[in-house]
């Protein structure tokens, strides 16, 4: 079993970052991919970003290139989310999720363990 507790969501003025954690356990964390989802009120679970079991590999949703960034350190089993200039539509539960597997971490599906969440609201 993995445990995973996100933390660092809060309400923000547009134009503004936020830098999302994750802490696992339970697991060996240097043998996990991790990926960061989200999901805003009415809508399906969308990826977000992953990063590979030894942050050597990163992938983003196309539209979030260039704002958020991921990033972990397998010394303290903490994934991260930097997110940038954050804008309305960002608003939504954001969540961490580990996968044992190495591909497909685009997907929902891949991932069976996931966090409680954490809600980001970015204001106008």
């Known amino acids: 079993q993995v445990q995973l507790v996100e933390s660092g969501g809060g309400l923000v003025q547009a134009g503004n970052s936020l830098i999302l954690s994750c802490a696992a356990s339970?697991?060996?964390?240097?043998?996990?991919?991790m990926g960061w989802f989200r999901q805003a009120p009415g809508k399906e679970r969308e990826f977000v970003a992953a990063?590979?079991?030894?942050?050597?590999?990163?992938y983003y949703a196309d539209s979030l290139k260039g704002r958020f960034t991921i990033s972990r350190d397998n010394a303290k089993n903490t994934v991260y989310l930097q997110m940038n200039s954050l804008k309305p539509e960002d608003t939504a539960v954001y969540y961490c999720?580990?996968?044992?597997?190495?591909?497909?971490?685009?997907?929902?599906?891949?991932?069976?363990?996931w966090g409680q969440g954490t809600q980001v609201t970015v204001s106008s």
């Open positions: 999720a580990a996968s044992e597997g190495r591909y497909r971490l685009v997907y929902v599906s891949t991932y069976g363990y």
């Open positions: 339970g697991r060996t964390f240097s043998n996990l991919s």
């Open positions: 990063i590979s079991w030894r942050g050597d590999l990163t």
